[in-house]
Structures are given as structure tokens and as C-alpha cells.
């Protein structure tokens, strides 16, 4: 049986999702792991005593079939994980996504902004009609402490359909709040 089966086979057999699986050269085995998301239940996360049983029963197995490497290494995907399978598109719709096209766009849409050789990108995943789209402005960053007018118009909504057989790389977007976790909606004020 190959590598990738195996290791594909135990961590689904542990009740993980596998995300992702890379050799180096010096010999690290490393395995990117995840909790399976149900729909409509709270997100799960995975933690150390997660990383150590799958570590543990991947040691044991690999073992056995007499996989050549020195070092083991089992995490999570972290903060800008990977986005490889439809699966995870789905997953991840509405979100803040980093994506790198294969090929630079062509030609400059008329009007849109967007240059020609441009392939990477960073905005919101929707789905298209014809598969999947990234939505963003072109807004110049703030500097820290800066004012905005409330007479500013924001800058125009522009949006690229790709498939996924012309991305090189989707990540998600590491948006860090060092104030906390904030409520998505006001709290309800009590009388």
C-alpha cells in the first residue's frame, strides 16, 4: 500500500480528517490534520492530545510497513490553512481567502482595475455560477490612528470567477483580533 493511503486510512480511522501530507528532504514526515465539520454544529479544533494519538498510532503503522523517515511531525493546519479539495471551498464559503492562480489573468477587463499579470489575490470566497469567485476592493491600507471621513466612498466591489483546476494555491487569510473574540451582533440590552 502506498504512503499516502496509509497515513490516509489510519488518521480517517482515528476520526480525523487528513488535510495534508509533505516529505522533506531531510527525512520529516510531516502530517497536517483536522476535526470532520458537521453541519450546522459548532467548529471543532484540534488540540495537542489530538496531534499525540495520531502521532502515536501513525509511529506504530508506519512501522509496520516500513516507512523510511527520521522524524515525525503531526499538526493542525493552523490559522492560514490550506484550501485543497471542493470540500473545503464549500466549507470555507464567505471567508477571507488568499489565492494564487496558476497563470496571470489575461488581457485587463475593461474598467476593472485589474491588471494583466497579476496572480495573486486576497478576498471573499463565494460561489459563481459557473464555480467559484473572489470578491474584494482596492482600498490603499489605513495607517494606525487615521480618521475616515464619513463622506468616503468606499472603493468599487470587483470580483474574479476561477475554477479550481487553475489554482496553484488557496490559503485562508490570517486575520488576527488581539482585542478578542467580538459578538457578531449587539448585545440585547435588558430592561
Not at 483536522?34 to 508506519?62: H, S, Y
Amino acid at each position: 500500500m502506498a504512503l499516502h493511503e496509509t497515513i490516509e486510512q489510519t488518521v480517517t480511522g482515528l476520526g480525523y480528517d487528513l488535510v495534508d501530507i509533505e516529505r522533506t528532504t531531510g527525512g520529516l514526515l510531516r502530517v497536517t490534520i483536522d476535526q470532520p465539520q458537521l453541519e450546522g454544529a459548532p467548529e471543532l479544533f484540534i488540540n495537542a492530545e489530538d496531534c499525540e494519538k495520531v502521532t502515536r498510532q501513525l509511529q506504530f503503522v508506519l512501522e509496520v510497513e516500513g516507512a523510511a523517515y527520521s522524524r515525525l511531525e503531526v499538526s493542525s493546519p493552523g490559522i492560514d490553512r490550506p484550501l485543497r479539495s471542493e470540500k473545503d471551498f464549500v466549507r470555507f464559503t464567505g471567508e477571507l481567502v488568499d489565492i494564487t492562480l496558476k497563470a496571470a489573468i489575461g488581457a485587463a477587463a475593461a474598467g476593472s482595475g485589474v491588471t494583466a499579470s497579476r496572480k495573486k489575490f486576497r478576498g471573499t470566497l463565494e460561489r459563481a455560477a459557473t464555480g467559484w469567485q473572489i470578491v474584494w476592493r482596492e482600498e490603499p491600507a489605513l495607517k494606525p490612528g487615521a480618521r475616515v471621513s464619513k463622506n468616503k466612498v468606499p472603493a468599487p466591489l470587483q470580483a474574479l470567477g476561477f475554477t479550481l483546476d487553475e489554482i496553484a494555491q488557496a490559503r485562508l487569510a490570517p486575520v488576527v483580533d488581539f482585542k478578542g473574540r467580538r459578538p457578531k451582533s449587539p448585545p440585547a440590552t435588558e430592561i
